[in-house]
């Protein structure tokens, strides 16, 4: 438990098994403990405690510390997707986190792949998660075509509407429809 506590990018799942656990072997350890010098202050804490969960609540909604997370922008994603656009693309190294909440459809891509991505058919908008350090080098002069989305700690969102192709111009071919009769 201390090791998921101590990570970066900690999924409440991975905890929860051990929880049971842990109350086991803590009520274990103070059932042996001599806890009459303290029962006054024990008396204390039990007002005390919901006072405290209830703090360590507000702290954690309020967001004072981000996360490490990508759940926000993915469910941003998530939100305006549309058909005929791509997955988010994340220029280099994906966190696991995007992969989780993406259920597996982020993908990770360098720079140089995301250029050329934007130069081929395909997609009708392009979403790339790029960080923070690096969206001036990685959008370049496409920077005027790119609409910021959303932001975290890490990343920034961007969409970037791609020129329609001819194949998506066209309807279907009417060679394939005369096949079809």
Do not use: C, H
């Amino acid at each position: 438990m201390l090791f998921f506590t101590l990570a970066g990018n900690t999924l409440w799942t991975y905890i929860l098994p051990s929880l049971p656990f842990s109350a086991i072997l803590i009520a274990g350890w103070v059932s042996q403990l001599n806890l009459r010098p303290w029962s006054r202050i024990r008396s204390g804490a039990v007002l005390l405690a919901p006072v405290l969960i209830t703090l360590f609540v507000f702290i954690g909604v309020s967001g004072v510390k981000p996360l490490k997370t990508e759940k926000q922008l993915i469910g941003r994603y998530e939100s305006i997707q549309q058909a005929g656009d791509g997955p988010i693309f994340y220029i280099g190294e994906m966190p696991f986190s995007a992969r989780f909440y993406s259920l597996g459809d982020a993908v990770e891509i360098t720079s140089t792949e995301f250029d050329s991505l934007l130069d081929a058919d395909g997609y009708a908008r392009v979403f790339a998660a790029i960080p923070n350090d690096a969206v001036d080098k990685v959008l370049g002069p496409r920077a005027t075509d790119a609409q910021k989305l959303g932001e975290n700690e890490r990343y920034q969102l961007f969409s970037i509407d791609l020129p329609p192709t001819d194949s998506q111009n066209d309807p279907v071919d009417s060679e394939l429809n005369s096949k079809n009769d």
